[in-house]
C-alpha cells in the first residue's frame, strides 16, 4: 500500500505531469497535499474553451458556450492559481467577442506578468462567437514575448504607441486583417526579423516600410484582397510569395534582399521575371519562380548580374523547346546552381524554334533537371548544359519532379520511373557529352536523400558516368 510514485522527485513528478493535458495536469493538484502546487511548474500550457468552462461527462466538443464573459472568467481564475509562477509558452484556442475585451486584456497583462515567451491564439473555427480580436497594443502587455502566432481572428491596428523590443517572430494564419494593422505591428515591434502571413484577408495594400525596419524574412501565402506590396525594408534578406493572382510590387528600397520565391497559380509570370523583377532586383543571388510553360515568348531579357542560385518549376507544361530558357541563362553570368523542375504534362504541338549557338557557361557547377521523361527538347536542353558549362560539377537527371513547398522546404513527388529502353537512351545520348572534365552525370528515378516520401521504386538505382 506505499505510495512509491509521490516518493519520486519534484523534477520527475513535473515531468510526468507535463506529458498531461493542461487541464488533467491542473487536476492532480487534488490527489494529495503532496502535488497540490506541482502542476504550477509546468512551463508549456495549453487550453480551449472547453477546458476552461466545466462540462458534464458526455458533452461533446461541439459544445458551445452561451458567452465569451465565461470563457474569460475562467481563463482570468486559472491565471490568477498560476500566480507568481512562469508560463514560457501559452496556447489558447477560444471564442471571444467585444463584450469580453477588457477582461481578454487583463488576461494578456497577467501572461505578461507571467514570462510568457511564446504566445499561441487562435478563434474557435466552429463557435457561433467569431468575433476574437487582438489588438496590436497587446504586444507591449507582454515584455519578454519572442514568438506570437495568431490564427483565425481579427489583428485590429492601434493608435498607442507603445512599443514591445523583444518580439522576434510573428505568424498570421487564417488571420482578418484590418487596414493599417500591418504598419502598426512593424511600427510597435522594432526588433521583428521574421513574419509570416498564410490565408489571411488582407487589405488592398500592404505596406512594409520604415526606416529602421529590422525584418529580415517575410512570407505572404495565398492571402486574397491584397493587389499591391510595398516594400522600404533596408534589412530584409527573403521575400516569397504565393497567391493565385499577380500583384503589383514596389521595391523602393531592399538593399540587403537576397532570396526571392514567387508562385502566381493563374498566370505565366516567366516575362514578369526576365522584365520588371530584373530591374527591381538585379542584385539577387537566389531566384526561385514557378510558372505556366505555355508562353515562353521571346522578349528582351534584362541582366540578373549577381544571381547564384536558380529554381524554376516549370508546369501546364506543352511541348515547348527548353532551349528557350538559354536566353535566360544567358543574363545570369555568374550563376552556379539551376534546377529545372517540369511538371503537369501537357500533349500538344511542338512549338519550333531555331538552333542557338552555343554560349559558354563559365559558373555553372550544378545542373538538376526534374521531371524529366527524356523526350527530344528535354535531351535538347540537357545536351545544351553539357557542352557549354565548362566547369560543371554535377549534372542530376532525375523523373521525379521536385517541388518547393513552403519556406525552405522541398518535397519530391512520386512518379513511375522510365521503361527499361528511355533509361538506356537517356544514359547513352548524354554520357561523355560534357565538355568539362570534372562533370559528372547522375541518373534516377529519385535521388537517394530524405526529400522523398512517397514510394519506393525498383528502378531507383543511380548510373553515374564519369568523364
Known sequence: NEDLISQLSDDILILIISRLSTRDATRTSLLARRWRNLYRYVTEIELSCYDLLERAPGISRSFRPKSSDSVMNALDSFLRLRSGSKIPSFRLTACSNKSATDRFEQCISILGRMDVESFFLEGCRHSYLLDLSFSCHLFSKMPLLKKIELSNCYLQSSLRSQCNNSIQNLVLMDVSVSP?????????????????????????????????????????????????????????????????????????????????????????????????????????????????????????????????????????????????????????????????????????????????????????????????????????????????????EIMNINRCPKVYSGPDNWRWEYVHSWSENTRARIQTELQGQAVSKTAQLTVQHEPDDPLHSGPSCSLCDACCVQR
Not at 182 to 210: D, Q, R, Y
Not at 229 to 255: C, G, K, M, R
Not at 331 to 336: G, N, V, Y
Not at 352 to 376: D, Y
Request: net charge negative.
Open 180 to 392: 493599417g494593422a500591418i504598419e502598426s505591428v512593424l511600427s510597435n515591434c522594432l526588433k521583428l526579423h521574421s513574419l509570416m502571413m498564410t490565408g489571411c484577408a488582407c487589405p488592398s495594400k500592404l505596406s512594409f516600410c520604415g526606416p529602421h525596419l529590422e525584418l529580415k524574412s517575410l512570407y505572404i501565402m495565398e492571402c486574397e484582397g491584397v493587389k499591391e506590396i510595398e516594400f522600404y525594408a533596408s534589412n530584409l534578406v527573403i521575400f516569397e510569395f504565393t497567391n493565385p493572382v499577380q500583384v503589383d510590387f514596389i521595391f523602393d528600397h531592399v538593399p540587403q534582399l537576397q532570396s526571392t520565391y514567387i508562385y502566381i497559380f493563374e498566370k505565366n509570370i516567366f516575362p514578369y521575371v526576365c522584365g520588371k523583377l530584373a530591374v527591381d532586383l538585379p542584385d539577387l543571388k537566389s531566384l526561385n519562380f514557378a510558372t505556366r510553360g505555355d508562353n515562353f515568348q521571346e522578349s528582351r531579357i534584362n541582366m540578373f548580374g549577381n544571381l547564384r542560385r536558380l529554381y524554376i518549376n516549370v508546369y501546364s507544361l506543352p511541348k515547348i523547346h527548353l532551349l528557350w530558357l538559354t536566353s535566360f541563362l544567358h543574363s545570369c553570368p555568374l550563376l552556379q546552381e539551376f534546377h529545372l523542375t517540369m511538371n503537369i504534362c501537357v500533349h500538344g504541338p511542338l512549338v519550333e524554334k531555331e538552333k542557338q549557338a552555343v554560349v559558354f557557361h563559365s559558373e555553372l557547377k550544378k545542373m538538376e533537371i526534374g521531371g524529366f521523361r527524356g523526350t527530344e527538347y528535354e535531351m535538347e536542353f540537357a545536351l545544351y548544359i553539357l557542352k557549354s558549362a565548362i566547369s560543371l
